[in-house]
């Protein structure tokens, strides 16, 4: 049967649309639902964060696509002797989703200073993972006096993604919605990207790969991750790696697929005064 670039056509529109179609039956929570505490920025952008313990202050910065949940194991124990605040980065988590253009590395270091400074926080230390490591990085870089130490983990800092603004200005939005509906905001595609994510894919249980799902069921999510293909790339990062004098422990994965481990001898070559785990 012959098979004519019509009906191509027509295929993947009826397709786009049942994308679009899922992602109004699943973006369904709000940002009321999450469950922690809710505090608003300097520029009314609304944070939701969960805070536990007493002491020196510890910031911890999620990856990309991921929320303030993925530090749910270690809390407990960092709180025991600090103050440990885990937050949502904006677009994330149950943090509101910024329709805007907003999500450059460095806009985000801005926001993360505007959020100690609501809490009260001079100064802090910084663990970041994945996306969440570049921005830890990036902060120390542009207000030093605020940053006691780092962690950095499997740190997103020489990955290059290029942006997307030109392309997206001439796209129908119904089409990048569409698109994320059907390839990037169900939950077998939560698992099946977590199961890459893993050295040990029999780790990964049913609750990581719910709670990275219930987060993405906020509504505006995919229209965020679309204001973030749109964001410029604007970064100090890497050049600026040579400047940051802060004590820092790089952990790494040696199994990652993500963010190779590469980048992470990369990184401890560069920065002055770190050491690789």
Not at 18 to 47: K, M, P, Q, V
Not at 176 to 199: D, Q, T
Request: glycine share 10%; aromatic share 8%.
């Amino acid at each position: 049967m012959r098979v004519t670039g019509a009906a191509v056509g027509a295929a993947l529109v009826g397709a786009l649309v049942a994308g679009n179609r899922f992602l109004d039956e699943w973006e369904t929570l709000e940002l009321a639902e999450g469950e922690g505490e809710f505090c608003n920025l300097g520029s009314g952008w609304r944070i939701h964060f969960n805070a536990r313990g007493e002491g020196a202050p510890v910031i911890l910065l999620h990856g990309f696509m991921d929320s303030l949940y993925s530090w749910r194991h270690n809390l407990n124990a960092l709180a025991e002797n600090r103050r440990v605040i885990a937050l949502d980065r904006i677009g994330f988590g149950f943090s509101e989703r910024v329709l805007e253009p907003v999500y450059s590395i460095k806009k985000q270091s801005q926001l993360l200073k505007e959020f100690l400074e609501g809490q009260g926080i001079d100064r802090a230390s910084i663990i970041g993972h994945s996306m969440g490591g570049a921005i830890a990085a990036q902060f120390a870089y542009d207000f030093p006096d605020c940053v006691d130490k780092l962690v950095l983990e499997a740190a997103a800092i020489y990955l290059h993604v290029p942006a997307a603004a030109g392309l997206m200005n001439w796209i129908p939005p119904f089409v990048p919605r569409g698109a994320l509906g059907l390839y990037s905001m169900r939950r077998e595609l939560v698992r099946a990207g977590l199961v890459n994510a893993y050295g040990d894919a029999s780790r990964l249980d049913d609750e990581s790969v719910d709670l990275r799902s219930r987060a993405l069921r906020v509504r505006g999510s995919a229209a965020a991750l679309l204001s973030m293909l749109e964001s410029p790339r604007e970064s100090d990062l890497p050049q600026a790696i040579a400047h940051i004098q802060h004590p820092t422990l790089i952990i790494w994965g040696d199994c990652d697929r993500v963010v190779p481990l590469r980048d992470g001898r990369t990184l401890r070559r560069e920065l002055p005064n770190a050491r690789l785990a």
